[in-house]
């Protein structure tokens, strides 16, 4: 073979590589995405369906924070 066929076949080796490598990080990234979306979707749900019971939890450590800067 001659330098020019090699040279074309190390280029469409290399390409076939970085093709390669894009395509599996794309699967990865909108993997990703996927699950940090249903964390997300979950998250919110959990926190509204419990927003009351957070809400109070909230003002009474805000309370006992609040207390400390208080003279008595």
Known sequence: MNNTILAILYTL??????????????VHVITLAIVLGEYTWTGARVVYNNRRVILE??????????????YA
């Not at 080796?13 to 794309?26: D, G, R, Y």
């Open 13 to 26: 080796n290399i390409l076939s590589f970085v093709i390669e490598m894009s395509v599996k990080i794309a």
């Open 57 to 70: 939890n909230i003002n009474i450590f805000r309370d006992n924070v609040g207390s400390y800067f208080v």
